[in-house]
């Protein structure tokens, strides 16, 4: 059994902005070979939808590449989001309507299941989303779905392991979100982001599939494209 190493000392910077509670940059993790992933490349946050006057400022002067919406067409139609006019926002949920009917609520009776069972179901999503990383042109990626911990924090999982940032770098960045988030052991199980959570993800998408690059290869995403997000994300 793979364990969360303590200790952890490298993160990503985080991000002020204003009405956002947790974006942050996860440029700067150590990667493979020696590398580090590149700053100011992979942004992700909450919802966007939450930015001041002040924090919008800020995030328009990054001019990204590609804004990435994981939510659902339901929590899209709520608020209007501060970049539907660019042409950088994409909706593309990560949830399957389709294949979310297959599942049983009965069968998730604790967080890692239902991330596994969400990784199961939503594989489909989640190649087309990391076609669109690598598709999109030069410049920042910002990823968000509501709290930014859950979607967001599976997806932000498999591209950094992808990259090949060790386990336990990508379970401490997903547990920074309960920091930002203020969540503690009184909340739902389901709300917080330990990192136990994550490392039994992790752990079984190497046993399963080799790592998240097996995963996304028997998803349909071709190895040019996961050339492209390595590329993008490490940089010479």
């Given amino acids: 059994m793979w364990a969360y190493g303590r200790g952890v000392s490298v993160r990503g910077e985080l991000l002020s902005w204003s009405g956002c509670r947790n974006a942050r940059d996860v440029g700067g993790l150590p990667a493979r070979d020696g590398h580090r992933v590149r700053s100011g490349v992979l942004l992700r946050t909450d919802s966007l939808d939450q ?13 990204p590449a590609l804004v990435l919406d994981l939510r659902s ?7 209007e989001h501060p970049f539907r006019e660019d042409p950088a926002y994409r909706v593309i ?10 599942r049983v609520a009965e069968n998730e009776r604790t967080l890692t299941d239902r991330y ?14 990391v076609r669109a990383i690598a598709e999109s042109p030069e410049g920042p990626v910002i990823v968000h779905c509501a709290s930014g911990k859950d979607r967001t924090g599976l997806l932000i999982a498999l591209l950094l392991d992808l990259v090949g940032v060790p386990h ?51 998803q349909g995403v071709d190895p040019v494209a996961l050339d492209r997000v390595r590329d993008r994300l490490l940089g010479d």
């Fill in 51 to 63: 930015l001041d006057a002040e924090g919008l400022r800020t995030t328009q002067q990054l001019r």
């Fill in 168 to 218: 336990d770098i990508i379970c401490d960045d997903y547990a920074r979100s309960e920091e930002h988030l203020e969540l503690t052991d009184h909340d739902d199980p389901f709300a917080r982001t330990r990192p136990e959570t994550m490392a039994a993800v992790l752990e079984h998408l190497s046993d399963t599939w080799g790592g998240a690059a097996g995963y996304l290869r028997a």
């Fill in 93 to 102: 949920p990560f949830v399957d309507p389709v294949r979310d009917t297959e």
């Fill in 116 to 129: 596994l069972g969400s990784l199961e179901r939503n594989g489909s999503q989640v190649a087309i989303m």
């Fill in 73 to 79: 067409d339901f929590e899209t139609s709520v608020t």
